[in-house]
């Protein structure tokens, strides 16, 4: 299944909020483009918006995208080509959260559910054919989860610039048209929502140090899968755990540094596209210590984790210890040159499979919205949007999943493995809600 998946691809531009010089009761309307993913197709959509309060907002978005993805053999005719048509549209209502409003810059998340309707259509170039319709398989429609974050630039009270960062959308460009009076008026004029203001006869605060501990539970997939393979989200277990350290750059000031060590785990399903079950399909997962630094705007979180590898296990999901590495062999074959074989390693627990892992950096970007607020501590919500930039196996020819399963030439009714390909070496988008408990320790 991808419905994770699916939810995420068109829902994380088209929930991906924005305002001009947000403050409570605007309307704020806009579309966007976007890279969704999806062999590198873009996706288009809208969205409006309702501030709820200075720091809440409320809405509904639509996108749509369309792609085709070529079929690993050719059509019954001559010299015809045959591929999948894919056409996605989405309906979706958000929440979001925004850490500074009356800014220039505005940071923020934004977490939606939606209906996703995919529309497959299998196309043959220069003939017909009523080839079974396996491979249109990895799409289905249904309800999802969607997750966005970013930062607009508010050229004026009517005009703001958006730019997102999604799960997996890689990027969002979009535009937003602000409707109702602004708060904050123009230069000179009385400000009717002001922020409450400390006394002049206030002690001033002293410079926080902030240690803690928090706990996150996390979804996650992989983005490509090769020919013949499809895959499905994982909700990890054990869920991420660690301390955090959080140090502002000054006294009074709402920017600081961050430091995440601990626990992250990692996963997907894998299973071949047509005639999957519970003896073949398979659940990998990965856990990793994790080192975070990060950069913490009011809250808005983003920064880069290095991830060092503690562990690797794949189960079917009837609960069979699974094979996913092994050994691969460089071969020559008559009529095709170079290629490679791979042979499964043996399971048994003589066997280490981590030792085909690679350590990771992971991109992460989110935020951290307070709940409690005391002199003691603070306890806040988590939302982090993750996507590693680095492949999860040390080499992608130790992998089966690199493996493209494609149709036999000389029977269309069995499947061969292909040359591996590089890019089917696993990157993870990932998503995680959790809480946050820090100490605060005046220095």
């Known amino acids: ?17 924005s305002t001009a010089q947000y403050s409570k009761g605007r309307i704020f309307a806009g579309p966007i483009v976007g890279l969704t993913g999806y062999e590198t197709s873009l996706g288009f959509g809208a969205m409006g918006e309702y501030a709820v309060n200075d720091n809440w907002g409320a809405g509904l978005g639509f996108g749509y995208t369309n792609f085709s993805i070529d079929l690993p053999f050719t059509g019954f005719g001559s010299g015809s080509k045959s591929y999948y048509d894919y056409s996605l549209l989405s309906i979706s209502a958000f929440g979001s959260y925004h850490f500074i409003p009356y800014e220039t810059i505005d940071p923020f998340v934004s977490v939606g559910l939606g209906y996703y309707k995919w529309n497959v259509e299998y196309v043959q170039e220069g003939g ?9 398989a990895a799409y289905s429609s249904g309800i999802g989860f969607a997750l966005a974050a ?16 999604g799960f997996p959308i890689l990027l969002g460009l979009g535009v937003d048209v602000a409707f109702g009076e602004p708060a904050v008026k ?6 009717v929502q002001q922020k409450p203001v400390i006394a002049d006869t206030a002690p001033p605060k002293k410079y926080p140090l902030n240690v803690g501990v928090y706990i996150n539970g996390k979804a996650s997939i992989k983005t490509e899968v090769a020919k013949g393979w499809k895959t499905g989200p994982v909700f990890n277990t054990p869920p991420d755990f660690g301390v955090s350290i959080m140090a502002p750059f000054g006294k009074e000031s709402t920017v600081g540094f961050g430091l995440d060590l601990g626990s992250s785990s990692y996963g997907y399903i894998m299973k071949p596209e047509s005639n999957a079950n519970d003896s073949n399909t398979v659940q990998e997962r990965f856990q990793y210590f994790n080192v975070f630094p990060h950069l913490n705007v009011s809250g808005f ?6 991830g060092f590898k503690t562990n690797y296990t794949s189960y079917f999901v ?3 210890t699974a094979s996913m590495v092994g050994e691969y062999i460089p071969t020559v074959i008559v009529g095709k ?32 919205i307070p709940i409690v607020d005391a ?35 000389n029977d269309f009714t069995k499947l061969r493995r292909d040359d591996p390909e590089e890019t089917f070496n696993p990157v993870i988008p990932s998503l995680s809600v959790g809480l946050q408990w820090y100490f605060k320790i005046g220095l």
């Open 337 to 368: 040159g170079d290629t490679t074989e791979f042979t499964p390693d043996p399971i048994g627990p003589m066997n280490d499979p981590s030792k085909y892992v690679a350590d990771i950096i992971e991109i992460r970007i989110g935020g951290s």
């Open 375 to 409: 002199d003691i501590g603070r306890l806040s919500l988590n939302v982090m949007a993750g996507y590693t930039l680095t492949g999860m196996f040390i080499d992608y020819r130790n992998y089966i999943g690199s493996y493209p399963l494609v149709q036999d030439p």
């Open 301 to 306: 979180i983003i920064g880069v984790n290095w």
């Open 150 to 165: 970013g930062a607009r630039y508010h050229f004026n009270d009517l005009i703001a610039a958006r730019l997102t960062v």
């Open 318 to 320: 009837n609960g069979d």
């Open 186 to 191: 123009k230069e000179g004029d009385t400000i």
């Open 128 to 136: 017909s054919s009523d080839f079974p319709a396996g491979f249109a």
């Open 1 to 17: 299944m991808r419905k994770l998946y699916t939810a995420l691809v068109i829902t994380a531009f088209c929930v991906s909020v």
